[in-house]
């Protein structure tokens, strides 16, 4: 007999098996020999009272021998099977890659960044000397934006499809089982590339292709239907379905729809700074403690408020973690934040950003490259203030809030450097405007926060695609064009590798015309 009941239990207890079956007995009243084996089915940390616990929901095996779980996947050699393109091999494009290989479709991803190992490169040259390669960065290349900023996997997306299914890809794939259990799974960017190359090498033994270093020019069509796409190379690649998913920095790709009088569409985003604070400030304001328990991991934080009727809110939390240059151009300070799987950096780090509405910029209405020339614009401003090479403006809080500059600026984790400056000279007004109001309300809501000794860099812009790709709701296609699926983060339907993944395994399964 099997049985689920949820138990509260400290810290230093979660590791002990012994006494979670002594506890989960007491509350169903039976004898602890009686219970063969049990299984943390969720566990998630509850820090609203003074004393700190793990809320667990535990399978308990009464008279019975538990039997271990395993992960199945069915896929097919795909080899002689029909093609499906896929541009872009970050999670929508790989998850999607899988569901072919399940459906018995021959994927073949269009990836026009670097793998994983050779991709590490680039990001070195990029954090030690400010030099970006525009198609290998932190956001192009095998895995996506994913792949190198931190790995998190917490989603509220269920209601697009199976997150779990998702999860257990991971694990197969080499993932820890920790991630099916915790209520904000996390693999870490130290981790995640190795899991990448499980799954490049699950789609090429069972016949699919990926080809990196391949740049997509144009994407071939006749009388409304799709026949393929062109590379950089003049090489052509004939396909009757066609999967798009290059995420949110593909400017070309919604450059090259509006060539082609393809619909694309302004679509809302958010913008602001990453706000960096020593990680011991958080564990104290969010353990209620003076030093964090070695049984707790470091502490993360969700603040949102209405500022003028706009919302303000943290984004990409990343408890020790680290601040990543994110540009994918020359000219531009884009930032983001990864963690890596120990989190085990001595700083916590969060966008924190405010929405911007189509209402803002006034050619929305007749432009839908507003909204994204309005980010490159913020973005080219951030380094013009950060004076080039990557080094990104920066101040502390309190000094934001209250109009100063920074005479000095705290230690940080951004390698390219911070310069003190106004972010108001970055930031639009609007913007600026809203975090200033906000962050003193994020103070009365988090003991600490609103401190000097945190600080903000600029700019967080890459939050979400400024553009949508319109698509059927029931058919997953774009409407002009049968057999285009946008998909994922860059076509606007996606926010995080969960959400990206699930949209790519959707895209997949809208395909009916090769099922068998």
């Not at 564990?283 to 209620?288: E, M, S, T």
Request: proline share 6%.
């Amino acid at each position: 007999m099997l049985r689920e009941i949820e138990l509260a239990v400290l810290p230093e207890q979660i590791s002990d098996e012994s006494y979670i079956i002594r506890q989960g007995a007491k509350q169903l009243n039976i004898a602890p020999t009686r219970i063969k084996g049990l299984k943390i089915h969720k566990r998630s940390i509850d820090a609203r009272g003074k004393q700190v616990v793990y809320r667990i929901r535990v399978i308990f095996y009464i008279d019975e021998i538990p039997v271990p779980d395993i992960l199945h996947f069915q896929y097919a050699n795909v080899a002689d099977a029909p093609p499906v393109v896929i541009i872009g091999a970050g999670p929508a494009g790989l998850f999607a890659a899988l569901r072919c290989l399940e459906k018995r479709l021959r994927p073949i991803v269009i990836e026009r960044g670097k793998n994983v190992q050779e991709r590490r490169r680039d990001l070195a040259v990029l954090n030690k000397s400010g030099i970006v390669n525009a198609d290998s960065n932190y956001c192009f290349g095998e895995g996506g934006a994913g792949t190198y900023s931190d790995g998190k996997l917490y989603t509220r997306s269920n209601k697009r499809g199976d997150v779990q299914r998702v999860l257990e890809v991971f694990v197969a794939h080499g993932a820890t089982e920790d991630i099916l259990v915790d209520a904000r799974p996390h693999i870490g960017t130290n981790k995640l590339p190795h899991i990448i190359q499980g799954i490049r090498h699950t789609i090429l033994e069972h016949g699919g292709e990926i080809r990196f270093n391949s740049k997509v020019v144009d994407i071939l069509e006749r009388r409304g239907c799709v026949g393929g796409i062109k590379l950089a190379s003049d090489e052509e690649i004939i396909a009757e379905h066609v999967i798009l998913a290059t995420g949110h920095s593909a400017r070309d790709v919604f450059e090259l729809f509006h060539r082609k009088r393809w619909l694309v569409e302004p679509k809302p985003f958010a913008l602001g700074v990453r706000i960096e604070h020593p990680q011991q400030i958080i564990d104290q304001a969010q353990y209620h403690c003076m030093v964090r328990s070695d049984h707790l991991p470091p502490a993360y934080y969700s603040l949102v408020e209405q500022v003028n009727d706009r919302g303000v809110f943290s984004f990409c939390m990343c408890p020790g973690g680290v601040i990543a240059p994110c540009a994918t151009d020359k000219g531009e300070v884009v930032v983001n934040g990864w963690s890596p799987s120990k989190r085990n950096n001595p700083y916590a780090n969060s966008g924190t950003v405010v929405q911007v509405n189509l209402a803002d910029i006034p050619q929305a209405t007749r432009y839908p490259f507003a909204l994204m020339d309005f980010q490159h614009e913020v973005e080219e401003r951030a380094y013009v203030v950060g004076g080039g090479n990557l080094v990104a403006p920066a101040q502390r809080m309190v000094d934001f809030v209250e109009g100063r500059l920074s005479n000095t600026l705290p230690v940080n984790s951004y390698k390219p450097g911070t310069r003190s400056a106004p972010l108001s000279d970055v930031l639009p007004p609007f913007v600026h405007d809203a975090l200033q109001k906000a962050l003193p309300l994020f103070g009365k809501k988090m003991k600490g926060y609103f401190t000097n000794e945190a600080i903000l860099v600029g700019v967080e812009s890459r939050t979400s695609s400024p553009v949508r790709i319109p698509r059927d709701k029931e058919t997953l296609q774009h409407p002009q064009i049968r057999g285009l699926y946008p998909c994922g983060e860059g076509a606007g339907y996606a926010g995080g590798i969960v959400s990206a993944a699930i949209d790519g395994m959707n895209c997949a399964d809208a395909i009916k015309d090769f099922e068998i």
